[in-house]
């Protein structure tokens, strides 16, 4: 009995130690293989997945190579997949499990039509101009939207079904603004003494206050008998209280003593020029004339010329920085650019504003229209309102029609045409024009013989404008 006892327990001890023996040769016989990367990986929905792989081994022999994967990840659908690698070796399987999490963490996108500040007219109230909501998962969420209004917001809230928000606001301001006051006719206006001074009138709109119009208040007179400088003032208050205020300046001057005298101004474009300014400039000095320059941009070593057609006592004008249509012309601000550029350079020459200008082309001209359409009729008014005037001209040299004219041809073309009270010629003073210089001197001999004068143009000459054309 005990005999048999023994052989059982030696048995079970067998069979334990057999058992381990078979589990050191499995252990010792079995490959390794771990994950690369988390166990646990998540994605953001239609963002690739990018396996990362395994290390398989079995001691120094890489088993990449053998590696079985099982599963598939949709990165184009939410949820939770598994992929599974295998690598058997000696016989023996090993497994490793990998969890990817594909997650919608996007937040829909809310867009609204109309602004995000909108004005809230008094006793109206705001219609929703409308929104839509996208969600990169869900799609077309618009009907999901909450809309919670309150005095001064509304909010606007979604989520997607991954519970992802947003929220946006739109803000519903009062009235602040004050009417727009639009003057009929000039802004700076210039009449004669004992001229009728008639109000031009103006237009008026405010965007809550349809009858405005009755509101505004016109402060000011004008005393035409009286030279001076008047302000009329144009005041609209709307329903809110809000306050907007316009003024025109009217310029009572003298009229220039009429008598049977008449007039040239020679008005010289597009220079300074090294090869003609200078030799004009002295002919002018010998026959005591003043003229007129309406100046482009130039190098610095001509700057002595502006200064010298200053000190002379001639009028230096503006005419363009650039004289290039297509940049000048582009828009009403690349036009005051341009303008305000040539400005500037000759005040820092002169240390004088010139506001007399000449428009590139004139104010008639049609090439503008290329750039940009009805310019010149805004331009017209814009220079006016800046505190700019304009001249253009009644007689032209045809000194820039191409090829150079000679002193003969351009002497010609002047004073046959010479049949006004005041006669404006166009000439140019740009590089290698020399034809001008004796063309001049002839013309002027010519006009102090037939009882005609010559002026340079100055604030209190009357303006001559060109019908404009675009
Ligand atoms: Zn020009």
Redo the contacts with the bound molecule.
């Keep these: 009995m005990e005999f048999e006892h023994k052989r059982q327990i030696i048995a079970i001890l067998g069979g334990i130690l057999l058992l381990l023996i078979v589990y050191a040769i499995y252990l010792i016989l079995s490959p390794r293989i771990k994950l690369k990367g988390d166990a646990v990986t998540e994605v953001e929905v239609f963002k690739k997945y990018k396996e990362k792989g395994v290390y398989a081994s079995y001691g120094d022999t890489n088993l990449g190579g053998i590696v079985k994967v099982s599963g598939k990840v949709n990165d184009k659908k939410i949820g939770k997949y598994k992929l599974e690698y295998r690598v058997n070796y000696h016989g023996i399987t090993r497994k490793v499990v990998r969890t990817i999490l594909v997650k919608d963490k996007t937040k829909p996108k809310i867009t609204l039509k109309g602004d995000e500040e909108v004005t809230v007219c008094p006793n109206t109230t705001y219609q929703e101009e409308g929104y839509i909501a996208v969600d990169n998962y869900d799609g077309d969420l618009t009907e999901k939207v909450k809309v919670t209004n309150s005095d001064k917001t509304i909010i606007y809230s979604v989520k997607d079904s991954s519970g992802n928000e947003s929220v946006l606001m739109r803000t519903l301001n009062e009235d602040t603004k004050g009417p727009k006051i639009t003057l009929k006719g000039y802004k700076n206006m210039t009449i004669y003494l004992n001229q009728n001074y008639n109000e031009p009138g103006y237009e008026v709109f405010d965007n809550c206050d349809n009858d405005i119009k009755t509101k505004v208040k016109i402060t000011g007179t004008v005393n035409t008998k009286k030279e001076g400088i008047y302000k009329i003032t144009y005041q609209a208050t709307d329903s809110l209280g809000n306050v907007s205020e316009v003024t025109r300046t009217v310029k009572v001057l003298k009229k220039p003593i009429e008598n049977d005298s008449k007039v040239i101004y020679l008005t010289f474009?597009?220079g300074p020029s090294r090869s003609v300014t200078p030799k004009l400039l002295d002919v002018l000095k010998e026959e005591n004339v003043k003229v007129t320059f309406?100046v482009?941009n130039h190098s610095k070593e001509l700057d002595y010329l502006i200064k010298r057609e200053d000190s002379e006592g001639h009028t230096v004008g503006l005419?363009?920085y650039t004289?290039n249509y297509k940049k000048v012309y582009s828009s009403v601000d690349s036009y005051f650019n341009d303008l305000y550029a040539i400005q500037d350079k000759v005040y820092k020459i002169i240390n004088k504003k010139p506001t007399i200008i000449?428009f590139?082309?004139g104010a008639s001209n049609t090439i503008s229209r290329r750039y940009s359409k009805g310019i010149m009729t805004l331009l017209d008014k814009e220079v006016n309102n800046k505190g700019f005037t304009y001249f253009d001209w009644n007689i032209s040299s045809g000194d820039?029609s191409g090829g150079r004219l000679s002193a003969n041809k351009i002497y010609d073309n002047v004073i046959t045409n010479l049949k006004y009270k005041r006669n404006i010629v166009l000439l140019?003073d740009f590089e290698n024009n020399t034809g001008i210089i004796e063309g001049i001197r002839e013309i002027i001999k010519y006009g102090k013989s037939h009882g005609y004068t010559f002026e340079a143009i100055d604030k209190n000459t009357l303006e001559y404008h060109h019908k404009i054309n675009n």
């Design positions: 474009d597009d309406f482009i005419h363009s004289h000449r590139p082309g820039a140019h």
